[in-house]
């Protein structure tokens, strides 16, 4: 018995692990092949729930206690310190708004809330001039900058991180540049995407269906050349 116990141990191949749970007022699931020799899946889990922790912690606009809301809550002409990933994606934000002349923008969140669709909506109406003109002026991304490992505001804007299909080496990239795509619309989108060279598939709204059109940069990658 010992021994047919130790041959079964033995041959024991991959295994098909599952696991998830509660997190950010949702839920997760990750299913994923574990190698024999691997990590037991509580170790797996634990690990994953401190990362979807830490994301949480920094990056929600819905706890007051984050590191985002933190930056928002700051007056003018004041630095907070942030992780060296949180500087990346604020790094990357900022150069997709200079590409795109300030239409991806990482401050409109002020906006979002007056229109309805923001973390703090309060009201579906249309908003009236004089509040747009009001909150405009704590919106735009050239009020950021980035001092060492701080991120810096000359006005009190808020920082909204937010996100077309972009295939791209880096996650960030190919979702960052998703968005923009999406904020631009078909046109520019597309016209954007082919000057800068993007792997990207845009899906627009037609009569009995929608119409995809592939650039030559994507046609290339999925060619493999």
Known sequence: MLILMLLTACNQG??????????????????????????APVQVQAAVE??????DQHYSTYRGDSTVSQ????????????PPDMLELVSLGQHLAEQSKGAF????????????????????????????????????????????????????????LAAVTVLDAS??????????????????????????GLAAVLVTRAEGGFVSRATPAFERAVKGE
């Open 50 to 55: 401190t990362i979807l922790h830490d994301i």
């Open 14 to 39: 991959p295994t098909l692990e599952r696991l998830g749970g509660p997190t950010m007022g949702s839920s997760y699931s990750i299913q994923y092949v574990r190698e024999p020799g691997g990590p």
């Open 105 to 160: 923008d990482l401050t409109v969140e002020p906006l979002l809330d007056l229109w309805g669709f923001g973390p703090q909506a309060r009201h579906e109406q249309v908003p009236e001039p004089s509040a747009l003109a009001q909150v405009r002026q704590r919106v735009g991304y050239r009020h950021l900058h980035i001092d060492g490992q701080a991120l810096c505001k000359d006005a009190p804007v808020q920082h909204d």
């Open 171 to 196: 996650a960030l990239h190919a979702d960052g540049y998703s968005t923009l795509l999406l904020i631009l619309g078909p046109e520019r989108g597309w016209d954007f995407a082919v000057a800068h």
């Open 71 to 82: 930056f928002n809550q700051l007056p003018a002409d004041q630095c907070l310190v942030l």
